[in-house]
């Protein structure tokens, strides 16, 4: 399944009439446009708008709810709930809030989350790495180095990132990928298709020395490592909000 970062690189349309349903009010729901709060429309309004079932918004309800955004009321309708009861982790969700726009509270809040977990893992990829986790993040190191785009760039950054979760041998790590995505979205963004020399090389280095860390065992350099990688990616990211970032 495509990921939040490749789907937004790719810009992958959603195919299906409930996806569409789910993605549009949910979308609203994170804007603003239907306030925390506030009742939806009735079915029959809804359903007219979108061209759907009732069957169809029903599911598309269901998942919303699952998602923590809706709660049914009975003789009420569906209210949208409190925002601290949305899912943060689902990857729907955490795409809503970048399609809105991110701004620096979402960018505080996605690094503290990465440095509550992301450290840690890689102590544990030190303990528990195979051969082959290790040549891949070795690899993945040299692709940031060598990218000649933001895209390749982002997504060797990922992989980078997932490879050192699954490394951890923690099943927990493993569902955190989408925070980890998000924060590369607010990172880096996807608009230009050029890499300052500078950036990319920094980059690269900073996380071949999370991967040689790994490789030799020390899981207290391999964590102190990530820390640092993580802390840069939120300043560069504050850094693009305060104004346009010129290439070297």
């Known amino acids: 399944m495509m990921g939040l970062l490749e789907t937004a690189i790719s810009g992958a349309a959603r195919r299906t009439s ?4 789910v993605n549009e009010i949910g979308k609203a729901i994170v804007d603003g446009t239907y306030p925390v709060g506030s009742i939806l429309p ?10 759907v079932s009732r069957t169809v918004l029903r599911e598309a309800m269901k998942t919303l709810s699952a998602k923590g955004l809706v709660v049914p009321r009975a003789r009420i309708g569906t209210r949208v709930t409190e925002s601290r009861q949305w899912n943060m982790f689902d990857a729907d969700v955490l795409a809503w809030h970048i399609d809105r726009g991110i701004d620096t509270s979402f960018v505080m809040h996605l690094s503290e989350m990465r440095l509550s977990f992301e450290p ?10 195979s051969p082959q986790n290790i040549e891949w993040l070795l690899a993945l190191s040299e692709d940031m180095v060598s990218a000649r785009s933001h895209n390749e760039l982002i997504l060797a ?16 790590m493993y569902g955190v990928g989408t925070l980890i995505e998000a924060a590369l979205i607010g990172a880096f963004g996807l608009s230009s298709p050029d890499v300052p020399s500078r950036e990319v090389e920094t980059i690269g280095n900073s996380h071949r020395s999370i991967a040689e860390a790994i490789a030799r065992g020390d899981g207290e350099a391999a964590a102190a490592a990530m820390r640092q990688v993580i802390l840069t990616g939120r300043d560069q990211a504050l850094a693009r909000m305060q104004g346009p970032f010129v290439p070297d």
């Open 18 to 21: 409930h996806s569409h349903v």
């Open 42 to 51: 009735g079915d029959s309004e809804l359903a007219e708008r979108f061209h």
């Open 120 to 129: 840690h893992a890689a102590s544990l990829a030190a303990e528990r790495a």
């Open 157 to 172: 950054d990922l992989r980078f990132h997932l490879t050192v979760l699954h490394a951890s041998e923690n099943p927990f």
